[in-house]
């Protein structure tokens, strides 16, 4: 069973950083690709970034530029630096992990992180 589970999120003041971290279960080369997504209170779930198994990466209008999202395999962690945070960019993150078997796509995600950006 794949397990994800999120942390760093906080409390921030607008225009400063955080770094959330995606620690996977068991070997992040398994997957095929992993992301971030986030939904802000009373939106649905939106997409935020993806790194695919050979280190491509793509970013929602939103956060590119601001948001990198990298990974290591030797910790099987995913990472989201978040740069230049705004009050926009409140919500609760989630890891995503894709891996597909036979060619079924297989989703797994993580519990979420609490992000608020406040003065």
């Known amino acids: 069973q794949v397990q994800l589970v999120e942390s760093g999120g906080g409390l921030v003041q607008p225009g400063g950083s955080l770094r959330l971290s995606c620690g996977a279960s068991?070997?992040?080369?398994?997957?095929?690709?992993m992301g971030w997504y986030r939904q802000a209170p009373g939106k649905q779930r939106e997409w935020v970034a993806r790194?695919?198994?050979?280190?491509?990466?793509n970013y929602a209008d939103s956060v590119k530029g601001r948001f990198t999202i990298s990974r290591d395999n030797a910790k099987n962690t995913v990472y989201l630096q978040m740069n230049s945070l705004n009050p926009e960019d409140t919500a609760v993150y989630y890891c995503?992990?894709?891996?597909?078997?036979?060619?079924?796509?297989?989703?797994?995600w993580g519990q979420g992180t609490q992000v608020t950006v406040s003065s």
């Open positions: 068991g070997s992040i080369f398994s997957f095929n690709g």
């Open positions: 995503n992990a894709i891996q597909v078997t036979l060619g079924v796509p297989y989703n797994y």
């Open positions: 790194i695919t198994s050979g280190g491509s990466t």
